[in-house]
C-alpha cells in the first residue's frame, strides 16, 4: 500500500498523473508530513542526479517558513485577528447563552400550587360574571410569613394552624399543625371560599371604580 | 527491442562519478545493441527541458499555484519543498555562508508566496522563483554593505549550473562534506541499479523524457516506466534518508 502510494507520488513528481488523481493526491500529499517529505526527498534526487545537490537544509526549513507567513499574517491584519477572537469569543458567549436559557426553560421552579392554577383559572372565568367581594388587594398576596415554611406541605384544602411548643432544650419553637374539620385557623377565618376556586383566587373587584362593577 | 541511449555531452555538469555511470548506461547498452542510438539534441529550453520534450512538470506547478490562488495555502508547501534544494542552491552562488543563504531562501520563499496573487503563469514558476530568490540575495548583500556579483547568471543557464561552486571555495568544509557525501550515495545507489532501472530513471531526471518518450526509448509499457523509475527513486530514498534532518551545525 505504502509502495503503491510513493508509486504515485513518484508520478506525481514528474508530472504524469491525470488531472483528478494529481489533485486529490497533491492535497493528500501537502497534508501529510511524512509524504511531503517523500515528495521532498523525490526532487532531492532529480537534484543530486543534475549536479543540483546542496548541503541538507535545516529540518525546520518550511516550517520556519510558515511560521514567518502565518506571523505576518496577523501583524498585518491587527483587526481580522481581533475581529476573529471577538467572534470566536461572541461564538461562544452565545452557544453558552443558548444552554442557560434551554436549560432555564426545561427546569423553570414549579411556582406554588395556587400560583399556578391562578393563571389557568382565570382564564377559564375571564369572562363570566364578577361577584363583589369584600377581599381586598392585600389579602390576594401570598402569605410569605405563613407559607413560605411549610411550600410542599401547605395545600389550602388542608389549613395550617401555628402553635408555639417547647423543644427538648427548654426553647419556644414554631409549628404548624393541620387544622381539624370544623375547626377554623386563626388568620384565615374571613375567607370567603369558593367550591369552584381558592378564596384567593376568586376575582376581585378594583377599589377605585365607580360603581363597583365593570 | 533494446534501445540504446547516449546523450553524455547535453548532461549537466554534474559530477564526475555521475557521469561514469551514464557513460556505463551508454557503453553496455552500445555493446548490447551498437546501431540503435538515439540522440535527443543539446538545445534545452529556459527551464532546462529539449524542445519538443512534454513539459508535464510545470503544469504541475501550475496546478498547485493555483490552487494557492483559489485559498489554499498549503498547497504552495508542496511548491517549497520540490524547490528548496534547488533555490538555496541558486542562492549559495551569492551568498557563501550556508546558514545565510538558508535564511535568504526562506526570505525568498516568503516574498514569492506574498506575490504569488500576481503570477499568470506567462513564465514558468520556477522562472519566476529564480528572478525571486536572486534578487533577495542582492538585496540581502546591498543590506549588509556587500556588493553583489555582476555575472549574473540567466535563468535559464542557472538551472544547469553547477550551484555548489562559490560555497565550495568559501563555506565550512562540514557542509561541502555533506554534500559530497550526499552526492556520492546517490551516485553509487544509482551506479549499483540493474541496468533497467538506472536507464529509466536517468532519462527521466538527466534528460527530462516523458513516460511516454521512456517508454518509446525502451520498448516498454508506459506503467514499466512508471514502476522502474519508482524503484529506482526508493532505492534512492533508502539510502537518502539517513542524511536528511542530519544538518551539520557550524560551532
Sequence with gaps: ?214 | MSVAYMDASMLSPSPLRLRNVIAAINTSSTTQNPHAVVSLGSERTDTGARPGMVEQEPNVDLALVQRVQSGDKRAFDLLVRKYQHKLTSVISRYISDWAECQDVAQESFIRAYRALGNFRGDAQFYTWLYKIGVNTAKNHLVAKGRRPPTDDVDAGDAVQYDGGVLLRDVDTPEHELARQEMERIVTDTVAALPDELRTAITLREVDGLSYEEISEAMGCPIGTVRSRIFRARDAIDQKLRPLMGAERVRP
Design chain 1, 1 to 214: 500500500m505504502n509502495n503503491e502510494l510513493n508509486e504515485q507520488i513518484s508520478a506525481l513528481a514528474d508530472g504524469e498523473l491525470e488531472a483528478d488523481p494529481a489533485r486529490f493526491l497533491a492535497r493528500r500529499v501537502s497534508n501529510d508530513p511524512a509524504l511531503s517529505e517523500t515528495w521532498a526527498r523525490y526532487h532531492l534526487i532529480g537534484n543530486c542526479l543534475r549536479g543540483e545537490a546542496c548541503p541538507p537544509l535545516r529540518t525546520d526549513f518550511s516550517a520556519a517558513i510558515w511560521a514567518r507567513i502565518d506571523d505576518e499574517t496577523a501583524a498585518a491584519n491587527p483587526r481580522s485577528a481581533w475581529l476573529g477572537r471577538a467572534l470566536r469569543w461572541s461564538g461562544g458567549t452565545a452557544v453558552a447563552a443558548s444552554v442557560a436559557v434551554a436549560a432555564l426553560m426545561m427546569t423553570t421552579p414549579a411556582p406554588p400550587v395556587g400560583v399556578v392554577s391562578e393563571g389557568l383559572q382565570t382564564a377559564q372565568v375571564s369572562h363570566s360574571e364578577v361577584k363583589p367581594t369584600g377581599l381586598r388587594e392585600q389579602d390576594l398576596r401570598p402569605d410569605l410569613s405563613r407559607a413560605a415554611h411549610t411550600v410542599s406541605a401547605t395545600r389550602r384544602s388542608q389549613p395550617l394552624m401555628p402553635m408555639w411548643v417547647a423543644n427538648a432544650n427548654g426553647q419556644s419553637q414554631l409549628i404548624y399543625l393541620p387544622l381539624q374539620s370544623g375547626q377554623n385557623p386563626p388568620m384565615l377565618e374571613t375567607q370567603p371560599l369558593s367550591p369552584l376556586m381558592p378564596a384567593a383566587l376568586q376575582p376581585v373587584q378594583p377599589p377605585l371604580r365607580d360603581g363597583g362593577s365593570r
